[in-house]
């Protein structure tokens, strides 16, 4: 049977002034109606969760003033509309219940802090340089534990659910994911094409992380160079501590023995996950970084249509490609500090020409057995889900006010410490 023919690539013409179907539009309508009223503060946000959940510990309280500066930021750099307000008050609220739901369970099974982690495997590379479909192939291996999207979204059940009892497809958690997702697509019909989202789609840690409200997660909202100066001036070890009591409680409720773990960020905080997790695997994932930029300002510009009336291109052009360089400037600095023996350099285009070859490669450095089963669970994979499958999209770096040649110049440091081939 010959594979289904890809569809046309598509350019995205209503960035700045975004077009939505008359449902996409009813649902941002009423959520701007709620919005309206909304001031996200940390105090409301808070009660929020204590009432949806009954509970009151939020474990160590060293969130609270980051909560405090991510909040201000909001207010007063996001330039969110009203849809916006609302959507960030219902995505904090979930953070935090999650929060209350994690120390719960804690309390009553302090057993969980025994979990081992045994030695991880993690992606670190910036979007669009093959992490997704690197961290998808890995986890089409039933011998490793992954983190599907429902189960980033809510690790811990409510109480009133917690004791429900039958198959993982019939938890209430997909349910709820699943219709989150139908409205995105709804509202963003074209995102599939960058990045495909499902229900049990392999998701990043990022998320987690967000829990101890300490990320770069909540810059892909909008530019909030208040949050980020925060943010990176931080220590970030001990949120990476909470990170990993996350996937104490997560391996403990689901099993699993070996994660395979991706998150961008990792590629600025090396020193934090290798003392977190020194006995890691690190995969560091390598492409032109002007394709890497086209490609993610695009897809942010484009999630910005739900918060924002009018898209300011330019605006998040600038802010990330600002950022892709303040990423990769630590990935050079600070690149050495993980292990030789415990670590991987993937390129992009060496990965495209026998992306099972690499897999191999990545199996063999951390002792991760590769069989004839592995290998045709991972060919199952790519012939159900074929790369590029919704299509692709045409990028247009005029649109945000860059160009190529500026961003050459201002990767080169980049380019020249990883030999990256550059494509044109």
Excluded at 136 to 144: C, E
Excluded at 292 to 317: C, E, F, N
Aim: charged residues 25%.
């Amino acid at each position: 049977m010959s594979a289904p023919e890809r569809p046309a690539p598509v350019s995205v013409d209503d960035l700045a002034e975004p077009r939505f179907s008359q449902d996409a539009r009813a649902v941002l309508d009423m959520m701007s109606e709620a919005g309206a009223s909304i001031h996200l503060e940390p105090e409301g946000l808070m009660a929020s969760a204590r009432a949806e959940t009954g509970l009151t510990d939020f474990g160590p309280d060293d969130f609270l003033p980051r909560l405090d500066v991510l909040c201000r930021s909001l207010r007063d750099e996001a330039r969110l509309n009203h849809a916006g307000v609302m959507a960030q008050s219902v995505f904090l609220t979930g953070l935090l219940r999650n929060r209350l739901l994690l120390e719960d369970l804690l309390a009553r099974h302090p057993e969980i802090l025994g979990e081992e982690i045994d030695r991880p495997i993690f992606i670190c590379g910036l979007p669009r340089t093959g992490t997704t479909h690197l961290h998808n192939l890995i986890s089409s291996d039933n011998a490793l534990r992954s983190l599907p999207y429902w189960e980033s979204t809510e690790p811990v059940s409510p109480l009133n659910e917690q004791e429900l009892s039958g198959p993982i497809e019939k938890d209430p958690r997909r349910a709820r994911t699943e219709a989150a997702l139908s409205f995105l697509d709804i509202a963003m019909p074209e995102f599939k094409r960058m990045h495909e989202m499902t229900v049990d789609h392999v998701h990043e840690e990022i998320q987690l992380l967000a829990i101890d409200v300490s990320t770069m997660l909540f810059e892909t909202i909008a530019p909030i160079p208040t949050w980020r100066d925060h943010y990176l001036a931080r220590d970030q070890r001990p949120s990476y501590q909470y990170l990993k009591k996350i996937l104490q409680v997560l391996q403990w409720l689901r099993g699993g023995s070996r994660w395979i773990l991706k998150s961008p960020q990792h590629l600025e905080q090396f020193p934090a996950l290798l003392d977190t997790f020194p006995d890691g695997t690190f995969v560091v994932t390598h492409r032109d970084p002007v394709s890497v930029s086209a490609s993610m300002v695009t897809m942010l510009a484009y999630t910005a249509r739900l918060v924002h009336d009018r898209v300011d291109a330019p605006w998040i052009g600038h802010y990330w490609v600002d950022r892709l360089e303040r990423m990769l400037r630590s990935c050079v600095d600070s690149r050495d500090v993980l292990p030789a023996g415990q670590t991987i350099d993937v390129h992009f285009d060496e990965f495209m020409r026998d992306d099972i070859a690499m897999v191999r490669r990545i199996y063999a450095l951390a002792d991760q057995p590769f069989d004839e089963s592995v290998q045709a669970a991972m060919e199952g994979f790519m012939v159900a889900h074929p790369r590029g499958r919704h299509g692709g999209v045409l990028y247009d770096l005029d649109q945000f006010d860059l160009s190529a040649e500026q961003l050459r110049a201002r990767f080169g440091f980049y380019v020249d410490r990883f030999a990256v081939t550059e494509e044109r």
